[in-house]
């Protein structure tokens, strides 16, 4: 068993592909990762499912993966399954969370702003700018730097998690470029496509970490660390970017008020 | 005959003398870097406040939690303070301000055991922190009077 443990999740469900379904059953969104470099173990201790439910989930991987072999039921409160913990997160985590919040409004708009581009006779090119410059300035230089630049120096860097969050930014990157060289080129189809894209990746994204990361940064984090990174990130926010927060909700406001409220 | 205190915070509880096994090999260090602790004793100005991660504990903690010193006051800076008997708390919430503006702490954690009075620790540290024109991260940790396990734990701020 310890060497499925230390091996990569999407190997591990290419072999016993019944590991999937127990995997989905606790919600774990594993199966349709692209990067599935994540150990199994790693995958099982990082999600916020619960003590208990970890032992069971546990109990149910063995034996998919040695049906004939005798393995210890863990006792467990069968109501508790599938139940995962309240997410309490810490005063920077919480930063983060709610910055969330605003990147997701803006998510939220995208399948109407693509739509106009679709059905509208007249092209306004106006919401799709707003939209890249909302992702470019607030999620990406202002939110997606705090984590690049601070929080993610708290960890190794160089692990699986971590990594597949930074591909994730890097192929958001790509696809707001194409958004840019669509309009450009006057190519509307590929300005849909990449937007419905980027708002597709980063809802997947923004979840990850919501539900998966920042709980397990904030188990790893010391009081300390969490004092220095509320501090540095505060820092960011009264800084050079004193104001984003307020110039881009209102931003989001605006393509409310036109694509969500009519 | 007189009728038993119903408070929680002053109940008569006998725990029995049954012996608490743990791993207590060896002589443990104290992890207090500081005098004095007591809360009115303390002053912002002290250097080893600058910057530290403070622990403002209430007074019953300590002899509740086996492993206070091991597991809480190592690499913190602490005061302490009964929230149930002491005078003078606006001075508390005062000298929370000052250590959260003057001395610009790093964190502050609340220790309270889970007696309802205690709660009013928390609260002192949560109007310090709303007097303050800094901001910074609290937790509370709540410990239990049997036991001394921790019940919860939590950042508030």
Known sequence: MQAYLNAPIKEVISKFPKVADILNGYEIGCVPCSVGTCLLKDVVAIHNIGEENKAQLMYEVEKAIYPDREVKRPVINKAAKAKPEILRYSPPLRMLVNEHLLIKRLLNCVPAIVKALKEDTVIDKEPVIGAVDFIRMYADKFHHAKEEDILFKYFDEKADIIQAMLNDHVEGRSHVKEVLNGLKDNKIDAVSQHLSAYAELLTGHIKKEDEILYPWMDKNLTVKQVGELFDKFNAVDNGLQRGVEETYKGRIEDLEAKFIQK | ?157
């Not at chain 2, 609290?138 to 049997?146: C, D, Q, T, W």
Request: charged share 25%.
């Open chain 2, 1 to 157: 005959m007189s009728k038993e205190c119903e408070c929680p915070g002053a109940k008569m509880q006998d725990f029995g003398k049954e012996e608490v096994k743990g791993a207590e090999e060896g002589k443990r260090a104290s992890q207090l870097r500081q005098w004095p602790v007591q809360l009115h004793l303390v002053s912002p100005e002290a250097p080893y406040f600058q910057k530290a991660d403070v622990l403002l504990s209430a007074d019953c903690v300590a002899y509740s939690a086996g492993d206070f010193h091991k597991e809480y006051m190592k690499g913190k800076t602490i005061a302490i303070a009964c929230p149930k008997l002491d005078e003078g708390q606006e001075t508390y919430i005062e000298k929370i301000t000052s250590l959260i503006d003057d001395a610009k702490i790093n964190t502050l954690t609340v220790m309270t055991m889970e007696v309802p009075c205690c709660g009013v620790l928390v609260s002192i540290a949560q109007k310090g922190l709303q007097a303050a024109k800094r901001k910074i991260p609290v937790k509370s940790i709540v410990i239990g009077i049997r036991g001394g396990n921790v019940l919860s734990e939590e950042w508030i701020s």
